[in-house]
């Protein structure tokens, strides 16, 4: 397929790191390298951080998301946030199924499901985070684990999610300087892709982005963003560092 039919998305996770005065400086520098960017761009960050990158990165080609979100619309959830008050907070992203949410938080696909639906319902636009463990791909069990975790958010308990981008990131991968070599990275993605296809059609499986997370760097983004279903980067370490992530965004640029 033609690769320039979908808009590379590049995002910012940031996790829980950094501080207001912090957050304030990255927006400085994005703002001072970020140009017209090659694809479309996302950034992340906890909570009490939103109110700051809303407003730093106010008038620029940049959507804030949230990294997490209760499934249900208000109520008694201590500690949660609803997607209807991130909505209010400035972000039209949200993260969902995130595999560090997965672990330390339990939750399981059918959360992760109702999680991208609630999203929706306040019109955020989720990204739902798919990907093994290092011990599921030594099982061989790579393609199970991506079947499973996509059947239960393009499964139809909920009716079918209008809008949603996807992130393959390898757990095995992530903060680990091991990134997925293009050809490892290209092989789960094909296979996501191919699962889109059957469940929502051709047309509708070549307009999701997939986009690879797990060790992204300005220098393995180029040879990464060329393979032909990888559309764009989920970045964490590297996107704490304004530099580094504009260079991850502009080596988006190759592709379109
Ligand atoms: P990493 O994290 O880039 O630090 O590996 C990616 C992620 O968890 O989204």
Redesign the pocket.
Known sequence: MNPSMRRPLVAA?WKMHLVRAEARTFCRTLVGELGAPPAEVVVFPSFPLIDSVVDGLAGMPVAVGGQDLHPRASGAHTGDVSAQQLADAGCTWVLCG?SERRADHAEDDALVAAKAHAARAADLVPLICVGETGEQRKAGKTFAVLERQLAAVLGSEHGELDRFDLAY?PVW???TGETATPEIAQEAHAFIRSELARRLGDERGESIRIAY????KPANAASLGAAPDIDGF?????SLDAESFSGIIAACGART
């Not at 997370?213 to 992204?216: E, M, Q, R, T, W």
């Not at 989920?234 to 590297?238: D, K, P, S």
């Open positions: 996770n995130h990131e991968a992530i903060g997370g797990g060790s992204v989920l970045v964490g370490g590297a």
